[in-house]
């Protein structure tokens, strides 16, 4: 998801100007600002609110985000769990990555050398064998995390890919 994606589909972009570095990925989003990003896109594409998967509650901290309980049995957009994100970065393959074992390739797929410089415009590489971009490398993605594996109210919440 680009900056500019992120932003266009975002509450902010009547309100804002458009983002530096368009082609960026997104980064440095809380797990709560995914969980209404994913409830946002299903509300544009004219998902019905009682099948958004994150709900909105009040907490000490504010307003905070987390996921119904029923999620994973829903229609609207949410982040994939574990096992799916593993799937899409694997894209098939039963190797270490999806490109083999050997790290003889992981330069044209993996983005790994510009932490000093932050995140990199998407899709520079190659990409993997189900036509995703940045699986590795670059940023984190969020996953959907079970209620029961988050220890607080909060939420602990997981990361894969990117600069996990």
Known sequence: MTRTQFWRISDEYSKSQPPT?????VNSVLWHQAAEFCNRLSQLEGILPVEFCYVQFDSAAGVRWRQKPNALELTGNRLPTDDEWEI??????STIRPHGDAATWLHKYVIGNHI?????????QKPNPFGLFDMLGNVSEWIHTADSDAATEKGIRRLRGGSA
């Open 21 to 25: 570095e368009p082609q960026a990925p």
């Open 88 to 93: 899409a970065c694997r894209a098939g393959t």
């Open 116 to 124: 000093e410089a932050g995140p990199v415009a998407v899709g520079l």
